[in-house]
């Protein structure tokens, strides 16, 4: 999604529609108006003091599985959840993880993206976010909602950051109306 995201900031030429699942656009949680600029700014912080540095060191040490188990430690709040997955999803999850060895190793988790830049995205947009997902990224989107012209935010109940395995004929069913509304 984040990439998404910044592929209709770079190039709108090349995007019709677009349907974006909780980007982690974490930077945006700086520029939160209002009520919530405060809960911005301290998960921003949060983030950045106890998500990235332990994470990154994992990965550039080499410590795929630690990287990860602390990424979901983080996210779901749940020090145990990485122990509780089969052993199938561990696997999978290691051998999807190289984008993760790329983007930790040698680049920026989180790049920036400013609210001006999110504006100039005229594409009709669909953001999907999940009723039982991380806190920040229903933050993230709502701000994403209020700042894309053309968008519409869905929050399917029940659902979590995993949404496509949650629910995958509802997100399915949500992306060809679009692709279908646009084309």
Not at 55 to 76: K, N, P, Q, V
Request: with cysteine; charged share 20%.
């Amino acid at each position: 999604a984040l990439t998404s995201l910044f592929l209709a900031a770079g190039h709108p030429h090349l995007i019709h529609s677009m349907v974006l699942a909780e980007p982690p656009a974490v930077s945006l949680l700086a520029h939160l108006p209002g009520p919530r600029a405060d809960i911005g700014i301290e998960t921003l912080r949060d983030i950045r003091a106890n998500l990235v540095p332990p994470l990154t060191a994992a990965f550039r040490a080499g410590d795929r599985e630690g990287g990860i188990r602390h990424f979901l430690a983080y996210m779901l709040g749940d020090a145990d959840a990485w122990d509780r997955l089969s052993a199938r999803s561990k696997a999978e999850t290691l051998r999807n993880a190289g984008e993760w060895d790329v983007i930790l190793t040698r680049g920026v988790l989180f790049p920036q993206i400013a609210p001006p830049t999110i504006r100039g995205i005229v594409a009709p947009t669909r953001l999907l976010s999940g009723e039982k997902s991380t806190r920040f990224l229903g933050l993230i989107d709502a701000e994403l909602a209020a700042l894309l012209p053309n968008s519409r935010r869905i929050v399917l109940a029940g659902a979590t950051h995993q949404m496509w395995y949650d629910q995958p004929e509802t997100c399915r069913a949500i992306a060809l109306d679009l692709f279908q509304r646009s084309h």
